[in-house]
């Protein structure tokens, strides 16, 4: 009969607990995308722009547009180096932010006005005074769009053993940003606008996203080397949940 000590010493060792991974730049990248996400639609947003271009002629764009791809960039960054479950938490974490502003702005533009400043109103309500159509195409069609894109990225990674990063965050992109602004014109303006015109706006805005990626893929290609020594990270997702509801990497 086995005394208690030999029993105690064939009993399986209790498994070792997985301590989480850390990054030197990860936290940065995320303060960084949700830096850009909240400046682009709370103050790009405010303003219409106009350039002539060859070709096309005259369009009509969004301010914000000049900046909002840039967080598709960072998601490129985020899935192609920390892996899709590490970048969906920072596109919760955006999310979040975008709601929050989105509530904040609504209630600071209906709280009343001190007399001496009911001049300045006006200017906030234009401004912050977003409907609630122009609220929720914002963020149904950030949160739709970026996680489309960070999928298509992570799985073209995987389709390309790792070659022609040029092709994921392109490829990518073109697909997080349609999704992202057919969502928006027709969540925001459909039954406001004309259908031509709500067509005609959205093919442009997806142009000149997509045009962005096109011009931005040499600093990503650095920024993405960068990470990937300094950290000591390249993650391919084999065995990643790609559901979208949960915040725990994988």
């Not at 929050?100 to 906030?124: E, H, R």
């Not at 965050?169 to 039954?191: H, K, N, P």
């Amino acid at each position: 009969m086995p005394t208690p000590a030999s029993a105690a010493s064939d009993a399986p060792a209790a498994p070792t607990p997985r301590v989480p991974r850390t990054y030197r730049y990860y936290d940065f990248v995320m303060v960084a995308f949700v830096t850009v996400l909240l400046c682009s639609n709370l103050i790009g947003a405010a303003k219409a722009a106009e350039v002539t271009l060859p070709v096309i002629g005259t369009v009509t764009f969004g301010a914000g547009v000049l900046f909002f791809p840039i967080s598709y960039v960072f998601g490129d960054i985020l899935t192609e180096v920390y892996g899709y479950g590490r970048d969906r938490r920072v596109v919760w974490a955006g999310f979040g932010a975008l709601a929050f502003a989105t509530f904040m702005a609504f209630v600071v533009v209906n709280l009343p006005v001190a007399s001496f400043m009911s001049s300045y109103q006006k200017s906030l309500e234009e401004v912050f005074g977003n409907t609630w159509r122009i609220a929720a195409g914002s963020l149904i069609a950030f949160w739709c769009g970026s996680f489309s894109n960070s999928f298509v990225m992570a799985k073209m990674k995987i389709w390309t053993a790792g070659k022609w990063l040029w092709t994921r965050t392109i490829g990518s992109t073109m697909v997080g940003e349609l999704v992202d602004s057919s969502l928006f014109y027709i969540i925001a303006f459909y039954g406001i606008w004309p259908t031509q015109q709500i067509i005609a706006v959205a093919i442009a805005q997806y142009v000149l996203k997509t045009g962005w990626e096109v011009v931005m893929t040499p600093v990503t290609y650095r920024v993405v080397a960068f990470l990937k020594k300094a950290e000591n990270e390249d993650y391919y997702d084999h065995h990643t949940r790609f559901t979208p509801f949960r915040v725990r990497v994988d």
